[in-house]
């Protein structure tokens, strides 16, 4: 076989249980052809081109259960907040910017710390900032925006907006906006001003771009979708959950597949909002039956149960620390059972953003209500959760969704969350994985970018060295289970196992490999480990290691 690939001299964890270790991979034609010793895989691929790994460490190409391609990759352009604080930082940063991208409608920035100026951030902090631009800055969970008065002036909603039920233009009492947007609907206005509102309608409304773009819109937005999937092959990631998206999403991967420049397999799902009938639900079934091959596809339908614990609006059974506030459901329970009921019917995958206990147990009722099957619905986030609705997630067989990266303490976010917002009574129901396993759950990691780094190796890092909070019990899997979470597991909770997440004769030659011995290597250094190649269908989509 003229294009058939060896990779020797690899310690190959192959995720395959019938045969878990190799020293050798050999793949053509984008499929894996052998994976045994050096000798087997030789003799099975005569003449290959090998690939000497020096000993690192091969794994399936991981498989991210949870970001935002889009969206992430049209931020790679915008200002990075992270890290900044305090008001002469943020000014700096911002003026910086201003300075460089005079031809900017709005400044957009990314990663603003929910305690960037140690106290509720106004539109007229952001003034004193920058008072004769429109400038925004969004929180690192993407759930809220704070814009200054040029912008909520620009974007029409500095006296306030009628909002659907969960999304808020936040108003003072001097009856003008105070420059507190919350969700996607409050603040689509301000990302309106930049030219990008159309990549947001599928998580913001579940619509598509009208007019449909044409092609010079479409060219420019599949330039940001590139630029996703190229950073996502520097992570090692060949296959993706877009949790984002709509039809016009798929159009683009796949104008980008015929352009031979989609280097990772993409599930996008039907987002459904609580104003919608069920009707719109045919929308979804159409997508699915649409996008069903191997690079692009759809099939799942995507809900919010509830927002964010920072803001306060993840859904509660209790009320937040200090405060009478829980939050609300979107969807009110009963409904929310019909939804389920009828997408199930349809023989759709469910995925729920469900962050507090509350909106965990609605989505678990709905599931229940929805019936037994192979459909493997799905939770996103399980932040919080009551001890009663722990064994039912294994039992029903839902998938948990958890994101390493996310509990305070474990990576990027501050340990001040636990302390402010959950509250020390709920340590031990907070950011469960271990327990969830325990109790018989699928678990499946990922990163949900840009809310925080898509780096693979700095996700199992958290992982592997997250903080035990007080009074709780230690919720770190150990190196082969968190693996498996961003390989095999992610893989099935996607319905992709028939194709990917394992190195196995007959699927993808979808591989990463490790700039080391992965075993080997410190937990506290993984993150500092740099991916030496990754390959997607046989394709080399990232080379970190020059290998001839």
């Not at 209500?369 to 986030?381: F, K, V």
């Not at 064994?391 to 305070?408: D, N, V």
């Not at 190195?503 to 740099?530: F, S, W």
């Amino acid at each position: 076989m003229s294009d058939a690939v060896m990779i020797t001299n690899a310690k190959v964890l192959t995720m395959d249980a019938a045969r878990p270790r190799a020293e050798a991979v050999g793949f053509a034609a984008g499929r894996i052809m052998a994976v045994g010793t050096a000798a087997e895989v030789a003799a099975a691929l005569p003449g290959a081109r090998v690939i000497d790994a020096g000993g690192r460490t091969l794994l399936p190409g991981f498989v991210e259960s949870h970001l935002h391609l889009v969206l992430g990759g049209a931020e790679l352009s915008q200002l990075q907040l992270g890290g900044v604080h305090g008001f002469d930082d943020l000014r700096s940063a911002f003026a910086a910017y201003g300075a460089a991208h005079p031809e900017k409608a709005i400044l957009l920035a990314q990663g603003a710390s929910y305690e960037i100026l140690g106290a509720p951030v106004t539109r007229r902090d952001l003034d004193r900032i920058m008072p004769d631009r429109p400038i925004a800055m969004m929180s690192p969970d993407h759930h809220t925006v704070w814009a200054n008065t040029a912008a909520l002036t620009a974007a029409g909603i500095l006296q306030g907006a009628v909002m659907p039920h969960g999304h808020e233009v936040v108003m003072g009492p001097d009856g003008l906006a105070t420059g507190e947007l919350r969700e996607f609907e409050a603040f689509g206005p301000i990302l309106a001003l930049g030219g990008e509102a159309h990549l947001q309608l599928g998580i913001a409304t579940g619509g598509e771009p009208s007019p449909w773009p044409a092609a010079a819109m479409r060219a420019a937005d599949k330039e940001k979708v590139v630029a996703g999937l190229l950073h996502c092959a520097a992570q090692g990631i060949t296959s993706m959950v877009n949790m984002d998206g709509n039809r016009y999403t798929c159009e683009l991967l796949r104008e980008l597949q015929e352009e031979g420049r989609l280097t990772a397999r993409v599930k996008v799902p039907f987002h459904f909002k609580p104003h919608m009938e069920l009707s719109e639900l045919d929308r979804a079934s159409a997508m699915a039956a649409e996008y069903q091959g191997d690079w692009v596809t759809s099939g799942f339908v995507k809900m919010f149960m509830d927002g964010v614990v920072d803001s306060r609006t993840a859904y509660m059974l209790h009320p937040y620390p200090g405060t009478d506030v829980t939050g609300e459901p979107l969807f009110e329970p009963e409904r929310f059972k019909a939804i389920c009921r009828e997408i199930a019917a349809r023989g759709l995958q469910i995925a729920v953003h469900a962050i507090g206990d509350g909106a965990v147990r609605t989505t678990i009722d709905g599931y229940e209500a929805a019936g037994p099957g192979d459909l493997r619905h799905r939770i996103e986030h399980i932040e919080l959760i009551d001890k009663a609705d722990i064994p039912r997630i294994g039992a029903l067989g839902i998938t948990a969704s958890l994101q390493p990266p996310h509990p305070p303490g474990a990576m990027d976010f501050p340990m001040s969350t636990m302390e402010t917002v959950i509250g020390r009574s709920r340590w031990d129901d907070a950011y469960l994985c271990r327990t969830l396993v325990e109790a018989g759950a699928r678990v499946v990691f990922a990163s949900d970018w840009p809310v925080t780094d898509v780096s693979v190796m700095r996700g199992l890092q958290a992982a592997l060295t997250r903080p035990t909070y007080e009074g709780a019990a230690d919720q770190r899997l150990d190196l082969m289970d968190s693996l498996y979470a961003y390989t095999a597991g992610g893989a099935w909770a996607a319905h992709m196992d028939a194709l990917t997440g394992r190195l196995m004769p007959g699927l993808a030659a979808d591989l990463v490999l490790i700039d080391g011995d992965i075993e080997a290597i410190a937990a506290k250094d993984l993150g500092q480990t740099r991916i030496a190649l990754t390959i997607s269908g046989g394709n080399t989509t990232y080379e970190g290691v020059r290998f001839g």
